[in-house]
């Protein structure tokens, strides 16, 4: 009954907060002052820049503007912080300077409001750094009030789905997009350095392939077909690789029909790049490079603290195949596996659970997957995976049952995949064909016949390294975030009912 009490209570008070700021915005009309008239207010700084350039900014006239976010009244004078992009700014008003009737409207604004200020730089008494206003004007009346009497916002549903008050209550939050924007400016940066170029592939897909995931499907009513949202870019950049776009990359979202978690969102963004006349190997290299130089550019240093961990991303990173760590964390040798017979038996020895449609290949990849993706903490290429889920890799010589592929792990999760890519167009087809079969066992993630992408390759690929690295992960590392959403401005949420 007290919980019930006091939610009607607070909606209540909310009520009267909503009516009050809306009797405050009729006021403001009736006076001739309508907030929403003024389309224009020309700033010549910021909170930091005042901040950082004090000395030579000090008794200079600067005009800010920002949105308030507390307020003291001291009688004749008056403070407010604003927050602006950079920061916040304390501004000091006095009843001498504006005015009578100019500093009781003043003293009317709620927190939330958005002004222009005009005033010179000084510092208090205090010591804090501030703008002596000379005028103000509102530029924006809010009506809805932020939730600073409740310390900030701090419900992670409400935080996702309202993120435009998450950004404005919680600062690190902002900071981590902020980390983001120049995560991927530096990733950019690295390859156009490179010599690689950027290109834009379709979105809309007319055949599903290039990865193993279940696409969204929509419907184009002028051509009277089905289309899938792009799961993965691949097969077009391959495309421009056969062309003669020796090294191209692609950043962009990929959308992927399946669950949600804390590492999982529908739609997504990687980075794919490719280069004519190297291997994985040379994958690694730019791969690792390329973590190196975001991480150093957007953080300043190399160690990443990431919950109870610090991932070292200075130290080279290490190499290890996939039946290497099979045998290192589950005792099992695959490479004394030689029929289907005793993989099952072996899988059966450790609870895993078989499925009719699987080879030894997959059993290798489930031990994998239970037995070593946690123990991988600092960065691991885990290379040679079975051909049997790598229907796009070139085979490793002398073991054609596995392929020339990397996934990169930190931390136990993957972060990076990568190829030498097969150009075998014969070899290609056959992959395809086994997705295929896949398929019509009722495996809707497998890949489709991709005919048009046969047809490029036998015209001839030359020797091609690939790799796609997901990015929203990728921030995910940098700022310390554990859960995807956090990465994500606007993340896929179920509709309130």
């Known amino acids: 009954m007290d919980e019930i009490r006091e939610q009607a209570e607070s909606q209540q008070e909310l009520t009267e907060i909503l009516q009050i700021r809306r009797d405050k915005l009729t006021a403001l009309r009736e006076a001739g002052r309508d907030p929403f008239v003024q389309v224009r207010f020309e700033r010549t700084s910021d909170s ?96 809805l009030p ?31 997009f902020v980390k983001r924007s120049r995560a991927i400016t530096a990733i950019r940066a690295y390859f156009d350095n490179l010599g690689y170029l950027e290109v834009d592939t379709p979105v809309l897909n007319t055949v599903q392939g290039g990865a193993t995931a279940r696409p969204f499907v929509t419907h184009h009513n002028a051509l009277g077909i089905d289309l899938y949202l792009r799961i993965a870019t691949e097969l077009y950049l391959k495309r421009c690789i056969i062309g003669g776009m020796d090294r191209v990359y692609e950043i962009g979202r990929l959308f992927r029909n399946e669950g949600m978690d804390t590492r999982h969102n529908p739609e997504f963004t990687t980075i794919e790049f490719y280069e004519a006349y190297t291997d994985i190997h040379g994958m690694m290299e730019r791969t690792e490079g390329l973590m190196r130089h975001v991480v150093q550019q957007v953080n300043g240093c190399l160690q990443l603290p990431f919950g109870d961990q610090v991932i070292d991303m200075e130290q080279p990173f290490r190499r290890a195949t996939m039946t290497q760590l099979v045998k290192e964390y589950a005792g099992v040798d695959f490479d004394e596996i030689s029929d289907l017979e005793t993989a099952k038996a072996a899988a059966k020895e450790h609870g895993l659970k078989v499925e009719p449609k699987h080879k030894k290949g997959d059993i290798l990849s489930l031990f994998f997957e239970k037995y070593c993706e946690d123990k ?44 030498s890519e097969l150009n075998d167009p014969i070899d290609q ?16 993630e497998a890949s489709e016949m991709d005919e048009d992408f046969l047809t490029a390759m036998e015209y001839g690929m030359p020797p091609t390294g690939g790799c796609g690295i997901g990015i929203d992960r990728f921030i995910m590392l940098i700022t310390g975030n554990t859960s995807i959403r956090d990465v994500l401005l606007f993340p896929t949420m179920k509709p309130i009912d």
Not at 108 to 134: A, P, Q, W
Not at 381 to 403: C, D, Q, W, Y
């Open 48 to 143: 930091q820049e005042i901040v950082e350039n004090f000395e030579k900014l000090e008794n200079q006239d600067v005009a800010v503007a920002g949105r308030i976010l507390s307020k003291r009244d001291m009688g004749k004078a008056s403070f407010c912080h604003i927050q602006d992009h950079k920061g916040q700014i304390q501004i000091y008003a006095k009843i001498d300077e504006l005015g009578p009737e100019e500093y009781e409207w003043f003293k009317k604004l709620d927190i939330g409001d958005i002004i222009g200020v005009h005033g010179y730089v000084f510092r208090t008494r205090r010591g804090e750094i501030s703008v002596h206003m000379r005028d103000y004007v509102l530029l924006s009346k809010s009506l």
């Open 376 to 419: 991988l903490i600092q960065p691991t290429f885990v290379l040679e995976h079975p051909v049997e889920i790598s229907p796009l890799a070139k085979r490793v010589p002398n073991r054609p049952g596995m392929t020339q592929r990397f996934e990169l792990f930190i931390n136990g999760a993957e972060y990076a995949n990568a190829f």
């Open 146 to 176: 932020l939730p600073e009497k409740f310390h900030g916002l701090k419900d992670v549903d409400t935080r996702y789905r309202q993120r435009y008050v998450d950004l404005i209550v919680n600062p690190e939050v902002r900071e981590t």
């Open 429 to 444: 087809r056959g992959r395809f064909e086994s997705q295929m079969a896949l398929r019509a066992m009722g495996d809707l």
